[in-house]
C-alpha cells in the first residue's frame, strides 16, 4: 500500500496568512513585545539577519524533517492529476530554488514557466521521438523493461518549467569560476534540487525530463545561443509518490548500498 503524499502542513506548522502558526506562534520578522530590536539599530546588516526567537524548530526536528523529505522525493512520470497550482506555493517553491548557493554569487539560473499547450504538445512529440531513438539502441531485456517505462509527464503535470544557465551572469569575474569552468553549472544543479525538495514539502510531484536535444529546446522557448537548457521539470498535484522510485520497481537499475560508494583518504583502484 503506498501511502498519500505529505503536504506542507505535514513537513510545517502550519501557517495562516496573518502569520500565526496553528500553536499560535508568529512566523514574521516583527518582533513580539518583549523581543526589541538593539537602541539605534532597526534593521540589521544584510547577511546578518537575527534568527526570530522563541519559534523556531529544533534542530533535531529540522533534521528529521529534511532527512523524510529526502526519502519521499521522487521522480515523477504517471501519478499527475493536472490540478492547479496555487500562486503562492508556486512563489515558495521559485524562491527555494532562487535560494540555493551559486559559485560568486552569480545566480546564473533563469525558470521559464510553460503552461501553453500547443508548446508542451510540441515538446513531447521530441521527446517521443527520441524515445524511439534510444529504444533502438536496445534489446533483449533491456529492451522490453524499457518499454515498459514511461519516461515524462508533459501534458499530464500542470505546468513545465525549464531552468537553464547563463554564463554570462556575474562575467567576466566569476568569482570561484576560473579553474572550474562548470561551476556555474553545478549552481544551477543545486537550484534544481531545491526546487525539487521543495515542491515534494509542499505535496507537489517533480519530474525531469532529459530525452531532449537541447537545440531543439532552446529553438521552442527562443533561448538564446549562449544560454543552455538544463532541465525541463514537469510540476504540479500528484495523486500519491510511489514508495520505490520507477527505475527501481521496473527492474532497470538497483540502487548502490552507500558503503559502496564512500571512500576513505583516495579513490579505489579500479
Not at 215 to 220: C, D, G, Q, S
Request: proline share 8%; aromatic share 6%; with cysteine.
Amino acid at each position: 500500500m503506498v501511502s498519500a503524499p505529505r503536504h506542507r502542513g505535514d513537513l510545517t506548522a502550519d501557517i495562516s496568512e496573518d502569520g500565526l502558526r496553528s500553536d499560535g506562534a508568529r512566523t514574521d520578522a516583527a518582533p513580539a513585545e518583549n523581543d526589541t530590536a538593539p537602541a539605534g539599530n532597526s534593521a540589521a546588516p544584510a547577511g546578518n539577519d537575527p534568527e526570530p526567537a522563541g519559534n523556531s524548530p529544533e534542530p533535531a526536528e529540522i533534521a528529521d524533517l529534511f532527512y523524510a523529505l529526502c526519502g519521499r522525493r521522487r521522480d515523477v512520470r504517471g501519478q499527475f492529476t493536472g490540478e492547479p497550482v496555487d500562486d503562492a506555493v508556486l512563489q515558495r517553491i521559485l524562491g527555494a530554488a532562487h535560494a540555493a548557493p551559486s559559485v560568486g554569487l552569480s545566480q546564473p539560473w533563469d525558470f521559464v514557466l510553460v503552461r501553453d499547450p500547443g508548446t508542451r504538445e510540441a515538446f513531447r512529440e521530441h521527446v517521443a521521438t527520441e524515445r524511439d531513438t534510444f529504444a533502438r539502441e536496445l534489446s533483449g531485456e533491456d529492451a522490453a523493461t524499457f518499454s515498459k517505462i514511461k519516461v515524462e509527464g508533459i501534458l499530464e503535470s500542470t505546468l513545465s518549467v525549464v531552468v537553464t544557465y547563463d554564463p554570462d551572469r556575474g562575467s567576466p569575474a566569476v568569482l570561484g569560476r576560473h579553474a572550474i569552468a562548470d561551476a556555474g553549472l553545478y549552481s544551477v544543479c543545486l537550484a534544481i534540487q531545491n526546487l525539487w525538495l521543495a515542491a515534494t514539502a509542499e505535496g507537489l510531484g517533480v519530474g525531469w525530463v532529459s530525452f531532449y536535444r537541447e537545440p531543439v529546446l532552446r529553438a521552442l522557448l527562443n533561448i538564446p545561443d549562449r544560454v543552455r537548457p538544463v532541465a525541463w521539470l514537469c510540476l504540479g498535484p500528484v495523486t500519491h509518490l510511489e514508495r520505490t522510485p520507477d527505475l527501481e520497481r521496473h527492474g532497470w537499475r538497483s540502487r548502490l548500498p552507500l558503503e559502496a560508494v564512500v571512500h576513505t583518504e583516495r579513490y579505489p583502484d579500479s
